[in-house]
Antibody
Framework: QVQLEESGGGVVQPGRSLRLSCAAS????????MHWVRQAPGKGLEWVAV????????DYADSAKGRFTISRDNSKHTLYLQMNSLRAEDTAVYYC?????????????WGQGTLVSVSS | QLVLTQSPSASASLGASVKLTCTLS???????IAWHQQQPEKGPRYLMK???????NKGDGIPDRFSGSSSGAERYLTISSLQSEDEADYYC??????????FGGGTKLTVL
């Protein structure tokens, strides 16, 4: 069955960096667009970034532009999110999600999330 | 700017039906949306996609109790024969290369 498993979250000081990973299985990873979505404590869902199925295009939310970098390794079935210059407002559970069709669409599959806490 | 509007809360009795609404902002009434369920302390789960022509595509394993429909700028999720495990937050979501991904604020469903 389809599985998306995020890892790499933790407690980090403001201004520092963190890299999240999302390991995929149970579907043809290289056919799916991949997204990062986050959820601050007690809040709703906020889209962060997308990478095309082949890595040819990446788009970011304004809140992530210039600080976060999405990437993927199709040979390892893994998605990444490099987060630099972290701020307190980046504190959230980060979810990866997969879209059949290669880029944008309804988010077909979701992971269980990894918590990032930015605090001094 | 595309905005998805959802009521913050809804409630219905065990065994009854409930209809949740997601409204697309003016000028975007032809956009498809997806519904997602988020049970407490869990990641979201894709339920279905609803197109402006009222067609829809359910996710794997989604029970027949969940159905979707569309009218103008409104997209609906109807849950019949409510069960306790349906108590969750429900989010609508839309997308496009120009708008990226947009979520509604979510509806917290309470099963009485």
């Amino acid at each position: 069955q389809v599985q998306l498993e995020e890892s790499g979250g933790g407690v980090v000081q403001p201004g520092r960096s963190l890299r999240l990973s999302c390991a995929a299985s149970g579907f043809t990873f290289s056919d799916y667009g991949m997204h990062w979505v986050r959820q601050a404590p007690g809040k709703g869902l906020e889209w962060v970034a997308v990478i095309w199925y082949d890595g040819s295009r990446k788009d970011y939310a304004d809140s992530a532009k210039g600080r976060f970098t999405i990437s993927r390794d199709n040979s390892k079935h893994t998605l990444y999110l490099q987060m630099n210059s972290l701020r307190a407002e980046d504190t959230a559970v980060y979810y990866c999600a997969a879209v059949e069709g290669g880029s944008y669409g309804g988010l077909d599959y979701w992971g269980q999330g990894t918590l990032v806490s930015v605090s001094s | 700017q595309l905005v998805l509007t959802q009521s913050p809360s809804a409630s219905a009795s065990l065994g009854a039906s409930v209809k949740l609404t997601c409204t697309l902002s003016s000028g975007y009434s032809n956009y498809a949306i997806a519904w997602h369920q988020q049970q407490p302390e869990k990641g979201p789960r894709y339920l279905m996609k609803i197109n402006s022509d009222d067609s829809h595509n359910k996710g794997d394993g989604i029970p027949d109790r969940f159905s979707g429909s569309s009218s103008g700028a409104e997209r609906y999720l109807t849950i019949s024969s409510l069960q306790s495990e349906d108590e969750a937050d429900y989010y609508c979501q839309t997308w496009g290369s120009d708008i990226h991904v947009v979520f509604g604020g979510g509806t917290k469903l309470t099963v009485l």
